[in-house]
Each structure stands twice: as structure tokens, then as C-alpha cells.
């Protein structure tokens, strides 16, 4: 199983980023799908998840402003995030559950005020 992730950056406050994270070595259809974040000096945190159906859910600090979307024809899941706050600064990884834990290699996201 891999899990590619894409799309972090240099953003402004209130600005908007979208973060892809393709899969392979799995049937995606199947699984819940998550984004987590690690902030500097601080704990990896759940952000948003979707189910195989296509049900969501999110954090409180980012509810709101971040959707989570995924594509099954193309093995990808989405992280839309706007108004873009300096304490959304993280490393951002995909996750997926199967037999064990698959996290993707994490993209950077510098919101900068």
C-alpha cells in the first residue's frame, strides 16, 4: 500500500490550499480515509475523515473551512482547506486502515500571518 500526498505550501492567512493524496495497493472504494496534521511540538491530530460512502466528519477546529471530498476513479482523496489560519501550520498526512496502519509521506502547510 502507498500513499502519495501532494499539494502543501506557503499560503497567507485566509488564503486556501487543496492537498491530494493518491493510493495504490488497495481497493479505495472500500476504505475510510483520513487526514491527520502534526503541528511543531505537538501531538499528530485526526482533521477530517470520510467513509467508503462518502460520509464525513471533522474537527472542531477546522469545521467549516475544510472539506474532505474523494474521487474512487482515481484512488484520491481531497483536503480543500480555506481561511487558512496560522495555527493550521502542520506536516499533513493521508491515513488509511486495513489490515494495519498506512500513512502517507506528509506535505507542509505554512500558513503565514
Known amino acids: 500500500v502507498q500513499l502519495q500526498a501532494s499539494g502543501g505550501g506557503l499560503v497567507q492567512v485566509g488564503g486556501s490550499l487543496r492537498l491530494s493524496c493518491a493510493a495504490s495497493?488497495?481497493?479505495?472504494?472500500?476504505?475510510?480515509m483520513d487526514w491527520y496534521r502534526q503541528a511543531p511540538g505537538k501531538q499528530r491530530e485526526s482533521v477530517a475523515y470520510?467513509?467508503?460512502?462518502?460520509?464525513?466528519n471533522y474537527a472542531d477546529s477546522v469545521r467549516g473551512r475544510f472539506t474532505i471530498s474523494r474521487d474512487n476513479a482515481k484512488n484520491t482523496v481531497y483536503l480543500q482547506m480555506n481561511s487558512l489560519k496560522p495555527e493550521d501550520t502542520a506536516v499533513y498526512y493521508c491515513?488509511?486502515?486495513?489490515?494495519?496502519?498506512?500513512w502517507g509521506q506528509g506535505t507542509l502547510v505554512t500558513v503565514s500571518s
Open positions: 470520510i467513509s467508503s460512502g462518502g460520509s464525513t
Open positions: 495497493g488497495i481497493i479505495f472504494s472500500r476504505y475510510y
Open positions: 491515513h488509511v486502515q486495513t489490515s494495519r496502519d498506512y
